[in-house]
């Protein structure tokens, strides 16, 4: 019994501190602005998306990308709403199709979206034909930290076509995208 | 005879209309509840506390690791768990989630 009494002794607290430190983490991201939450920018150099295609018969098979690489595609701006945000704001990237054209697509059909918190999601290609979707690399002309979606969020233009919004396109909205795995 | 017959149509007729009216009040409460499950899909407020949990476990872990010198883990993977974790509490600021966590409060 005092075995027992002991352990849940030492249990409790320990719960009581994480608790502790997500409501002091909640109340940091709640009491602080938009802008100074935004946490820092992508570094000059530092490579934002990797893209692989192991469909390709030759040449390269993965090819990093950096924000430069990405700003020198031509820019598209999207106004949409989607769960994540309140309002209707621009997101402004490079188009998916003119991304993955950078590696070239190959015999592949589909994309394996991945995240930095390791989500993932696959794609059918094809989407990225049919509609504008954008790598948003900035939302209202501020770029998008890795603590508020970024540096990387795929945008689907959810209000310009009915059909997008259905709840299955939210999983599709991938946010920290860091890497795309053709297949 | 005519009164029967007329009193077993109206009877009929009684039978059709209720008939119809509870099909379409089922019709309506299935809409509204399919409606509602809608709605909790998109919004999800389940799945993004447990992805808060998640990645506080995932920065614990990391800091830990860090602190303690394990050599594969490093500064930088530290503040990546930690900005993870820091874009998983701010959904709550700026979602439908959190919009309707603030209307409970309210």
């Known amino acids: 019994m005092q075995a027992e009494a002991g352990t849940t002794g030492s249990g409790v607290p320990q719960q009581r501190d994480r608790r502790r430190l997500v409501a002091a983490c909640l109340a940091a991201v709640i009491a602080f602005p938009a802008s100074l939450a935004g946490g820092r920018a992508a570094a000059q150099g530092e490579i934002l998306l990797t893209l692989a295609n192991p469909t390709l018969a030759a040449g390269s098979r ?20 989607n769960e994540f945000v309140t309002g209707r704001p621009l997101f402004e990237g490079p188009l998916a199709r003119d991304v993955i054209a950078l590696i070239g697509r190959g015999s592949a059909t589909r994309a394996l979206m991945i995240a930095a918190n390791d989500f993932t999601v696959e794609i059918d290609l094809s989407e990225f034909d049919r509609y504008d979707v954008i790598f948003a690399l900035r939302q209202d002309g501020r770029p998008l930290s890795r603590r508020d979606k970024g540096p990387i969020w795929v945008i689907y233009p959810m209000d310009d076509h009915p059909e997008l919004q259905d709840p299955k396109f939210n999983n599709r909205l991938v946010w920290q995208l860091i890497r795309v795995e053709l297949r | 005879m005519t009164g029967l017959r007329t009193a077993s149509r109206v009877v009929v007729g009684v039978l059709v209309v209720s008939l119809l009216g509870l099909a379409g009040l089922g ?61 998983r509490l701010a959904l709550f600021d700026d979602s439908a989630s959190g919009r309707r966590l603030k209307a409970y409060d309210a």
């Open chain 1, 62 to 81: 993965e090819i990093a990308l950096t924000e430069a690489d990405l700003l020198a595609l031509p820019q598209v701006g999207i106004r949409t709403s």
């Open chain 2, 27 to 87: 019709v309506t409460a299935f809409r509204s509840d399919f409606r509602a499950l809608q709605t909790a899909t998109q919004e999800n407020i389940i799945w993004s506390a447990t992805q808060v949990e998640f990645e506080l476990a995932r920065f614990l872990a990391a800091l830990g690791m860090f602190g303690a010198g394990v050599e594969e883990v490093d500064a930088d993977q530290v503040r990546l768990r930690y900005d993870v974790l820091w874009s």
